[in-house]
């Protein structure tokens, strides 16, 4: 009896958040809008890539684009640069850490890309902003 009475007890405790009018971001339910905000079919993504002598795109590392082993801080840094005006000035840097003889351009840009559709195997981006193009000197 002392079991099902405890049980009891730990369901309703658990379940009590869902019945506030107004639910608070607390244990045991989340309402924090990263978790429960709908996000959408569309995701931008602001990256730095390379092309090579025939147009191809390359993906560059985090380590040319920010001097970084983490792939968040350099997507933060592109994206600070594109929202504070600096993309060429991004863009002509990590052209300078270009080490590859077959990069010969290099390009901030934004890609969008339509996630059910990425989940499906379409992996080319629906909608590409370009914000800053440059050579990679040699």
């Known amino acids: ?16 958040p869902t ?12 309402t924090y809008p990263m978790f429960t905000a709908s996000r959408g079919r569309v995701a931008s993504f602001d990256v ?14 985090p380590r040319l684009i920010a001097d970084t082993d983490e792939v968040m801080v350099a997507a933060e840094t592109v994206t600070g640069a594109i929202v504070e005006g600096r993309a060429s000035r991004l863009c002509e840097d990590v052209a300078m850490r270009v080490r590859r003889p077959r990069i ?13 559709a990425w989940l499906r195997g379409h992996r080319r981006p629906s909608h590409v902003r370009a914000w800053a193009d440059c050579r990679v000197p040699r």
């Open 48 to 61: 730095v890539v390379g092309r090579d002598g025939n147009d191809r795109l390359v993906r560059l590392d």
């Open 104 to 116: 010969v351009r290099v390009e901030v840009r934004t890609e969008q890309y339509d996630t059910i």
């Open 19 to 30: 019945l506030h009018v107004r639910p608070r971001d607390d244990f045991p339910l989340s």
């Open 1 to 16: 009896m002392a079991r099902h009475l405890v049980s009891i007890a730990v369901v309703g405790i658990v379940a009590w």
